[in-house]
């Protein structure tokens, strides 16, 4: 995180810099700083293919499957042949499979 934080700091412009950050606080499970970073994300670049398979990817590490399924989705309609999408909207159906059983 600390090197994607700093790519933002010196490049406030650098769309994969904010896109690497939120991934990094995902991951570190910072959902508060996540989100503010995809808040900015998207007033940098818009509804693109890659912010909402992100932000869909978050939702999914929350839990928040059906949140999840519907950025994915939204993600799918932009980049429809994305296999990155595709598997993470497979992800989410197998773990909601699971839930229900």
Do not use: C, W
Request: charged residues 20%; positive net charge.
């Amino acid at each position: 995180a600390t090197f994607y934080k700093r790519v933002v700091e010196l490049s406030p412009q650098n769309v994969e810099g904010y896109v690497g950050l939120g991934a990094s606080y995902d991951r570190l499970r910072r959902f508060d700083l996540s989100d503010r970073v995809y808040a900015s994300l998207y007033t940098l670049s818009g509804g693109t293919a890659q912010y909402y398979n992100n932000v869909g990817y978050s939702q999914m590490l929350r839990g928040n499957l059906k949140d999840a399924m519907s950025n994915f989705r939204q993600a799918q309609k932009l980049a429809p042949d994305n296999a990155v999408i595709a598997n993470n909207m497979q992800l989410v159906a197998q773990a909601a499979a699971t839930a229900r059983i």
